[in-house]
């Protein structure tokens, strides 16, 4: 399969939302056909995986969508590329940096690694961009 780059990572051409692994479209199949699914598009060339902590069945608990990714890729995780989606929701008078460093690292334990490639915001959850930025970097 074909690559391309986003900044300095190479992933490939096509790549797989997991999302529906979770939810969204449909009944959901079971937590074994997802985990075959994933690994079968790592097979086919596919290195780039996109899911979220807030992909859950019926958008209730926290990541659902994770831990199967995580299953899927732990064998083949220095081969592949992921991405995860931060949902953020910050109490009065929180620290936004300690929320974004406490749901990156539970996203971390529930995929099965020591590192995300790309982290982003899901929702803005009204907590404003700058802050979100300036913790996101430090």
Known sequence: MKTRMLR?????????????????Y?????????????????????TFFDTAEVYSPGLEGIGHNERIVGKALKDVRDQVVIATKLFLRVGPGGSVY??????????????????????????????????????IVL
Do not use: W
């Open 98 to 135: 300690k929320t974004i460093r406490s749901h990156l690292e539970a996203s971390m334990a529930r995929l099965q690694t020591d590192r995300v490639d790309l982290y982003y915001l899901h929702r803005m959850g009204g907590v404003p961009v700058e802050k979100v930025a300036e913790a």
């Open 8 to 24: 300095d990572i190479e992933v490939s051409e096509i790549g797989m939302g997991c999302m529906a692994f979770s939810h969204g």
């Open 26 to 46: 449909g009944q959901i199949p079971d937590e074994q056909y997802s985990i075959e699914a994933i690994q079968n598009a790592f097979e086919h060339g596919c």
